[in-house]
Every structure is written in structure tokens, then in C-alpha cells.
């Protein structure tokens, strides 16, 4: 079954892929300052947000054949794509198999080896405080990690409350995705243009994994948010969006 998702405006398709606990509710801003430009979708995850009674995929590749479905179901053809986060990773997973369809492809939040070196804590850990403690102290504890200023940002709130619609067994098995997956290898076959952008104090995905997309796709653009997190959308959303719609008008 495809999953739900939000859409707005007219013209080409840019398509909006959110992260580990995220949902297509946390692009509202972007599909408001897209919209006079793009026909933007927002597809939710299978097993998280409008989509959480959906059973979550256990792979990268799972959740990519999802989101191909959405698209394939609203009769989408080639399109724009960014991806957040595990939602990059989606993305990178998407260009690799469907990269005839991908007019421009942003990378935002993420990299491209699913263990994510020096994240804030290792998946493995993460997977056991999920089973031990249940979904809403993973979410609360998770999304506070997303901000510079934690649980005290503006933006921690709302973020905090789409996190913990997640199904417990799909935030489960994206983590397994996320630690199964690796990117790296098939990077250099991608042709479509490519931006990067990073929050300088993300502390999911470091330096090491932003040079290594930078430095793997052929002609890629880096974009970096200073005094930002991970969630650069919600704490600088002037300036990501901003950033994001110079890449899509360039010639």
C-alpha cells in the first residue's frame, strides 16, 4: 500500500523525504514557500506519522519502494528530491535505482553509510533504549538531540509529538535498516545535480559523513548552515529554504 502524504502547488514535482520518527508534518513550512514554484509532495513513511498503522519496512530499499509507489500512484514522473536525514539515505537509495527520474536531488542531514560514525549515540543503542523504554521516551530523548537548543527550541515540541506517532515495530526496524545499509559504493554513478546541506552542529551526521558525500558524487554543491543542528528546516527555515530554492532555479 502506498502511504498518504501532503501536497501543494503546481509545476515540477519536488518531492520532501523525512527522517527517522519524522512525517510529511514537519514540511508544512516548505510546502507553503515551494508551492508558488513546485507541485510539492510530502509522502509519510509507512509506520510513521499519517502513516503510522502502516507496517514499517525493514530496509532502506523498502521504504524507497514506497515512496517510488506514492509517486507512481499520484502519476509522477520525473521530479526533484530531497531527502532528510534516513530520508536522505532513502533519497540516495531512490537516485541509485531511479535516477532517469530525478531532475535535481538534495541531500540534507545525512550520508551515505546507514551506522552513521560518532552519531550521537550508536544505533545499537538507540535500539535497546527503544525496546527497554518504549516509543514516546525514544521520541522525547531523540528529538531533543535535533536542535542546537534541545528540548528548549521553538521547534522541539511539535517535532517531539510527530515523533512519538511512530509504530514501536517500524521505529525498530528502521533502525535495523538504517545499520544495514551503506550507500558508499554507488555514489559516483550518480549524474543528476546534487546539493548537500548540513547544520554545523548536527550531532546524527559529522563532518566525516557530509566530505564523504561531497567527495563521492561527481560536481556536488555544499551548503553549510552555521550554529544549526540537525533539523535546519525548523531552526533556520528562511535561510534552508533560501538554499534550497537557489538550487532548484539554477540553470
Excluded at 503546481?10 to 508534518?25: D, T
Excluded at 502513516?51 to 506514492?70: D, E, H, K, N, Q
Excluded at 531511479?98 to 552519531?119: C, K, N, Q, S, W
Amino acid at each position: 500500500m502506498a502511504p498518504p502524504c501532503l501536497r501543494a502547488g503546481a509545476g515540477m514535482p519536488l518531492v520532501l523525504v523525512h527522517g527517522y520518527l519524522g512525517g510529511s508534518a514537519q514540511w508544512r513550512d516548505q510546502l507553503a514557500a515551494f508551492a508558488p514554484t513546485h507541485d510539492v509532495i510530502a509522502p509519510d513513511l509507512p509506520g510513521f506519522g499519517a502513516a503510522s498503522a502502516l507496517p514499517g519496512p525493514a530496509t532502506i530499499a523498502g521504504f524507497a519502494a514506497a515512496v517510488i509507489a506514492c509517486l507512481d500512484g499520484l502519476g509522477v514522473g520525473r521530479f526533484a528530491l530531497l531527502g532528510h536525514s534516513m530520508g536522505g539515505m532513502i533519497a540516495q537509495e531512490i537516485a541509485a535505482r531511479h535516477g532517469d527520474r530525478i531532475e535535481r536531488l538534495a541531500l540534507y542531514g545525512t550520508g551515505p553509510l546507514g551506522r552513521m560514525p560518532d552519531r550521537f549515540e550508536p544505533l545499537e543503542a538507540s535500539m535497546a533504549r527503544l525496546d527497554a523504554e518504549g516509543v514516546a521516551p525514544t521520541a522525547d530523548r531523540i528529538a531533543a538531540t535535533w536542535f542546537r537548543d534541545g528540548a528548549r527550541a521553538p521547534g522541539y515540541g511539535p517535532t517531539r509529538d510527530l515523533a512519538r506517532m511512530a509504530g514501536a515495530l517500524a521505529a525498530r526496524n528502521a533502525l535495523a535498516a538504517m545499520r544495514d545499509w551503506d550507500g558508499r559504493a554507488r555514489l559516483e554513478g550518480f549524474r543528476m545535480p546534487c546539493r548537500i546541506l548540513w547544520g554545523d552542529q548536527d550531532r546524527s551526521y559529522r563532518w566525516p559523513q557530509v566530505a564523504a558525500l561531497w567527495r563521492g558524487i561527481a560536481g556536488a554543491e555544499l551548503a553549510v548552515v552555521p550554529a544549526a543542528s540537525h533539523a535546519v528546516h525548523l531552526e533556520k527555515p528562511v535561510i534552508f529554504n533560501a538554499l534550497v530554492q537557489d538550487f532548484l532555479s539554477a540553470a
